[in-house]
């Protein structure tokens, strides 16, 4: 449950394609492209959430496994991730998350 002006807007969980940090605020990306602010930081979310569904790629992004679109390598054995909704945004694994985050899609 995110706030909203006045109101409490419940979003699923199944509906979140992304969490990520931008200018020192934690943001929510949801399946219908809106972004909300949250009170918690990645670091907190990364406890609370299945990490069978979301997985921190680096320091700026939890991502969702149901929402990857495509995955492309990069420099430097890394690896680029495209989610629908931040398709402006360079989404790179980590170079040493690389391994764990092949791991975690089964490969």
């Not at 979140?16 to 009170?39: G, H, Q």
């Not at 609370?48 to 496994?65: E, G």
């Not at 629908?84 to 790179?92: C, K, Y």
């Amino acid at each position: 449950m995110i706030k909203v002006g006045e109101k409490i807007k419940v979003i699923h969980i199944e509906d979140i394609p992304a969490f990520y940090s931008l200018e020192k605020a934690t943001f929510i990306l949801t399946s219908e492209r809106r972004n909300y602010v949250l009170d918690y930081s990645l670091d907190q979310l990364q406890t609370l959430l299945d990490p069978k569904l979301f997985f921190r790629i680096n320091r700026k992004f939890i991502i969702s496994l149901n929402y990857i679109d495509e995955i492309f390598t990069w420099s430097n054995s890394r690896l680029k991730i495209k989610v629908p909704g931040l398709e402006e945004e360079n989404i790179i694994v980590a170079r040493d998350r690389t391994k764990e985050f092949k791991e975690w899609l089964g490969e």
